[in-house]
């Protein structure tokens, strides 16, 4: 099979404005997933609601675009009921770290084998521009309309703390760089965090393109991304915003591979139904 | 005096007169310019707006201002709604006063942004777990958005127990002119049964909790008394139903296509009246078997007959094979046009 981009487009108009970060984004990824010879019938796209949650959409693959906040749970069970599938979840910064910032913390535990691509804005766009959890100190917005007052939070520093095995940042105006992160991510083994800066360019004055550009740089080659306290360390500049892979693990085992389930049968769930015989025994041995 | 406004505006004008302490709240459309509203004027009023992480924030951060004695208040919409359910359900066991809007969108689900009243049921029959019940009120204009408002407030202070006023897309966003409210505020006193950490509030208890199952029936049996004694607050508009052959019955944005309806029908010679339930919780029963009796009876809702339901429940029997009725869903509303079809279909007259 020849793989190229355009094979991973669905023949409908995207929603966004012109200008907005998630086309970058959306385009580098179809890149990536080309590079990857990923074909589309073995990638799921799982996203939560928003306007980077519209991702699944317009992306060929699988899909499951589920409830506010709450991509994560979805995601982590469908890589564990069919391990073959690639999940890759996009979705926004409110979505990922407000609304279901518990899933947020519960999977970097687990450690479930998907891509966690959020598109970090750094603001509430499909509502219309309040406050995400991501908003800097003092932005203006018709709810916050003293400025924000919350400390911004922080994906990495938490994700590296949480012991998530592999997080980035990217910004998708460094496209060299982005390519490279994702297809990293991608292949990774286990949870991987890529926090993504895109412009908003309808709901956020203050975060647009230009101001992201000016605000990163890339991590050094020299950065060990195996250190975990350097990986914190970085992770917690906040004047300029360093990108690239700040922390990665390999040889953890994965959500799926500890689910008891697979213990003694490499059959993935989805194709399992229900053995009588077996459940005879399960309640033989209770008698 | 009279401003123009959005009825998401209105809620917030109300709430203010109603001398709101608190909101709490998480962006949903089309309810987030109560929330703009909020955030815009309760900071000047030297009172508190707080966006929550999530909507189970928000219905806790109100589970303690209520338990404070404070006059708090949330907004939000179909999924919002649903995981406020948790809350209310102990804000109502721990007997405590909260106003919650629901500007309700369609469902089931992500659903979409336009008008429905399917969260009736979730709203009335309570949508979290054990025995209780929210008060409702149902709003039918940008006028009543805010009065009903200031009454959901009374209300909840009144039972000390959550009302919901229960809007849709179309009031919310709405513009119509308000009449602002007049006459001083009475605030209830709170100190009989709030906690605020002072000398004169430290007898007081909240909770929710009975761990003696006997005591937990008691509590039970005293809320269904509470409930039952709101019967003496029910509140409904009868328009043209004394001579009437046929009562169309609705609530909220979908009355105010039947009332035109029954308008429209009276110049046919249709003798056509309209009851609007204004309290959907407690429901106004003995109001709407007066102006039902012996006649027959449409029903107009933006659901799947969830207003039909209660009306057959609290009709007298021998009115409930007169029933009928037309709605719409998914956002739609009914045109004026086809409730006047159905009326006309139900009195076997042409048009
Ligand atoms: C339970 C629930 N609450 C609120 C909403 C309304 N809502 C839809 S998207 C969204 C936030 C969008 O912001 P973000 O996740 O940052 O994504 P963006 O639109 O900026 O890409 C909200 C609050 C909802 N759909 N469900």
Known sequence: MEFNAKMYDMPQEKAWCPGCGNFQLHSILREVLAELSIPPQELVFVSGIGQAAKLPQYTRGHMFNGLHGRSLPAAMAINAANPSLKVIVASGDGCTYGEGGNHFLAQMQRNPDIVNIVHNNMVYGLTKGQASPTSSKGMRTRVQVDGVTNEPFNPLAVAIAMGATFVARVFPGNKAQTKEV????????????????????????????????????????????TDRQMAFQRALESEQYPTGVFYSV?????????????RHNPEPLFRRSVDMEKLQDVLDSKA | MKKFVKGNEAVMIGALYAGCDAYFGYPITPASEIAHAAA?????????????????????????????????MSASSGPGMSLMQEGLSYLAGAQLPAVVVDVQ?????????????????????AGGHGNYKCIVLAPASVQEMCDLTIRAFELAFKYRNPAIVLADAVLGQMMESLELPEGQLQVPDTKDWCVRGDAETRQNLIASIYLQIDLQEEHNWMLQRKYESMA??????????????????????????ALSAVDELRKEGVKAGLFRSITLFPFPKEELAQAAAGKKVLVAELSNGQYRDDVLLHLPCEGRGQVELINRMGGNLIRMEAIKEKAREMMGVKA
């Open chain 1, 250 to 262: 390999e040889g953890r085992p994965v959500f799926w591979e500890e689910c008891a389930a697979y």
């Open chain 2, 232 to 257: 003496a607050d029910t509140q409904a508009q009868s328009y043209l139903t004394e001579d009437a052959d046929i009562i169309i019955t609705a609530y909220g944005s979908c009355a105010c296509i």
């Open chain 2, 40 to 72: 815009d004027m309760l900071p000047q009023m030297g009172k508190v707006f707080l966006q929550a992480e999530c909507e189970t924030g928000s219905i806790n951060m109100m589970y303690g201002a209520a338990s404070a004695g404070k006059r708090c």
């Open chain 1, 182 to 225: 994702l297809k990293q991510a991608i292949q990774h083994k286990g949870y991987a965090l890529v926090d993504c800066f895109v412009q908003c360019v309808a709901m956020n004055k203050v975060n647009t393109f230009q101001w992201y550009k000016e605000h990163t740089y890339e991590l050094e080659a020299s950065h060990d991304p």
């Open chain 2, 105 to 125: 969108r369609t469902g089931p689900g992500l659903g979409n942004i336009g008008p429905e009243q399917g969260d009736y049921d979730q709203a009335v029959k």
